[in-house]
């Protein structure tokens, strides 16, 4: 089945280290999203992507970056983790094949903890 | 700016009774509207969505909600909760099917025997 994953589930560094969340899925969606979960702000948009070689900021872009190399990946990177950074990240994939649908498909999420 | 108001962050009811959870946003244009659940480790699953047409819209798990157009609203609804109902809930809203979603922060429910 098709599918879509994150990779690490959790992870613990320290501040200034660069990190990077991997997100891959094989619906061939052209759509990918990256979100971060915090309690009382619901679910914030990080950054976007239409298709390969597009990127988009989204309300909370600061501090992170992504690249669209292919359809499958999109990968998150802190380039120097701050404690503020502590969150649970959602990748999520839509697009065609799904009835264009406007349907989300959520990875199970990356625990990223900032010490 | 789109935004989406979720005004209850916790609810609590019994397992039988009825069940509606509120939601609200802000768009100028007809919105695209959805409901999300996430159940505790997990990821976001699709409970339903309006796009146009028939304002009450059926979804999973035997959900409805109403889209208002008058009131900005569009509240989730269910007429019998049952224990495995127990999780967040999030209302979502977009300018098309494919554009990125704006979340509400979130309604997390809780169910008692």
């Known amino acids: 089945d098709a599918e879509i994953t994150q990779s690490p589930r959790h992870k613990i560094t320290e501040t200034g280290r660069q990190v990077t969340l991997a997100c891959h899925q094989t619906?061939?969606?052209?759509?990918m999203f990256w979100y971060r979960q915090d309690l009382g702000h619901g679910l914030r948009l990080i950054h976007y992507?239409?298709?390969?070689?597009?990127?988009n900021k989204g309300e909370v872009s600061d501090g992170y970056s992504v690249s669209r190399s292919n359809t499958e990946d999109l990968p998150l990177t802190l380039e120097s983790a701050a404690s503020s950074q502590t969150s649970v990240y959602f990748c999520?994939?839509?697009?065609?094949?799904?009835?264009?649908?406007?349907?989300?498909?959520f990875g199970e999420g990356s625990r990223l903890t900032v010490l | 700016a789109q935004s989406v108001t979720q005004p209850d962050i916790h609810i609590t009811v019994s397992e039988g009774a009825s069940l509606e959870l509120r939601c609200n946003y802000s768009?100028?244009?007809?919105?695209?509207l959805f409901w999300y659940v996430q159940s505790p480790g997990q990821g976001l699953q699709l409970l339903l969505k309006?796009?146009?047409?028939?304002?009450l819209v059926q979804g999973i798990k035997g959900f409805e909600a109403e889209f208002k157009r008058s009131q900005s609203s569009f509240n989730l609804r269910k007429p019998s909760v049952h224990w495995s109902d127990a999780a967040e809930y999030f209302c979502?809203?977009?300018?098309?099917?494919?554009?990125?979603?704006?979340f509400g922060a979130g309604t997390r429910l809780a169910v008692h025997p």
């Open positions: 992507s239409y298709g390969v070689q597009d990127t």
């Open positions: 979502a809203v977009a300018h098309d099917p494919h554009n990125k979603l704006i």
């Open positions: 999520a994939s839509s697009g065609p094949g799904h009835g264009n649908t406007g349907e989300l498909f």
């Open positions: 768009y100028g244009a007809t919105p695209y």
């Open positions: 619906w061939n969606h052209n759509n």
């Open positions: 309006y796009f146009s047409g028939d304002t």
